[in-house]
């Protein structure tokens, strides 16, 4: 059973940096892509990041592009999100996932197997 454990969210003021980690467990072989969600109380889970773990191919949501970067360490199997210049718009809890479909894609849910718990990030104006 695959287990994904998000840490590193934060409250931070407009500007600030966060790195958020997820480390995954119980893999028996490499899912296709991994990827970060995002979520607000209320509304649907939006796509932020994702990476092929295969070609190292990314999408980012338009929002985040040029601010946000997704990385992993695949000796270690964690993935990364690396984010910068913060806004309070940026505020959600943050979510890992991991899918096994044939094809990525960064902002259907629907397409991923296997989420962690989620961690907050707050950016105050």
């Known amino acids: 059973q695959v287990q994904l454990v998000e840490s590193g969210g934060d409250s931070v003021q407009a500007g600030g940096s966060l790195r958020l980690s997820c480390a995954a467990f119980?893999?028996?072989?490499?899912?296709?892509?991994l990827a970060w969600f995002r979520q607000v109380s209320g509304n649907e889970r939006e796509g932020v990041a994702m990476?092929?773990?295969?070609?190292?191919?990314?999408w980012y949501a338009d929002s985040v592009k040029g601010r946000f970067t997704i990385s992993r360490d695949s000796s270690k199997n964690t993935l990364f999100l690396h984010m910068n210049s913060l806004k309070p718009e940026d505020t959600a809890k943050y979510y890992c996932?991991?899918?096994?479909?044939?094809?990525?894609?960064?902002?259907?849910?629907?397409?991923?197997?296997?989420w962690g718990q989620g961690t907050q990030v707050t950016v105050s104006s």
């Open positions: 990476i092929q773990t295969g070609g190292g191919g990314t």
């Open positions: 119980g893999y028996t072989y490499s899912p296709v892509c």
């Open positions: 996932a991991a899918s096994y479909n044939r094809f990525c894609s960064g902002d259907s849910a629907l397409r991923y197997n296997y």
